[in-house]
């Protein structure tokens, strides 16, 4: 007998993002669907992007995660339409990214608008507007790099997508 499915979305909570482990898959509004039969689970997964080099080792902490607690056998499934909007971010997420020092993409500025607004990215440790972007490309490649003029920290920005 399967878990259920509130059973099989908690345990996805669990599961931490590779690149960004400060947030969960469920955080960051990746997963899609949770289906479970008696012979499965299909777990639906929009990646952030395209080409986002994590999506195999997420499917793989999926896999790994459900099969050891007991579901399976596991496939995790991709769907790539509507694509993935860091308005899928929940505010949970956003605060877990701030607290870890990455300043989180404003709701509702997904589009290419949200682009240039990300320039204007409030500092996470000290909350400060005061900030310029070093660089469009920070250390990942759905992140910029930006420093605050008020307490002179440098910082990841969540590019709004």
């Given amino acids: ?13 669990e599961i931490p ?14 997963i899609r669907d949770v289906a479970a039969t008696e012979d499965g689970v299909t777990v639906t997964v929009t990646p952030t992007y395209a080409g986002c080099p994590a999506t ?12 050891r607690r007991g579901a399976g056998p596991v496939q995790v499934r991709q769907q ?5 909007t860091t308005d899928w971010i929940s505010p949970e997420g ?5 607290a870890y020092g990455i300043a989180p993409p404003q709701p509702g500025l997904a ?10 990215a409030p500092c996470p440790q000290c909350g400060s507007a005061d ?29 709004a997508i």
Wanted: aromatic share 6%; with cysteine.
């Fill in 131 to 159: 900030t310029e972007m070093l660089t469009p490309r920070g250390s990942t490649p759905c992140k910029a790099q930006f420093r605050c003029r008020a307490c002179a920290e440098p910082f990841d920005y969540f590019k």
């Fill in 56 to 67: 195999a080792v997420i499917a793989l902490d999926i896999e790994t995660a459900l099969t």
């Fill in 94 to 98: 956003r605060e877990k990214l701030r």
């Fill in 1 to 13: 007998m399967q878990p259920s499915l509130a059973t099989l979305r908690a345990w996805l909570a």
């Fill in 17 to 30: 993002d590779p690149e960004i482990p400060a947030v969960s898959l469920v955080d960051l509004g990746i």
């Fill in 111 to 120: 589009s290419c608008a949200g682009m240039l607004a990300a320039q204007k």
């Fill in 80 to 84: 790539l339409s509507p694509a993935w």
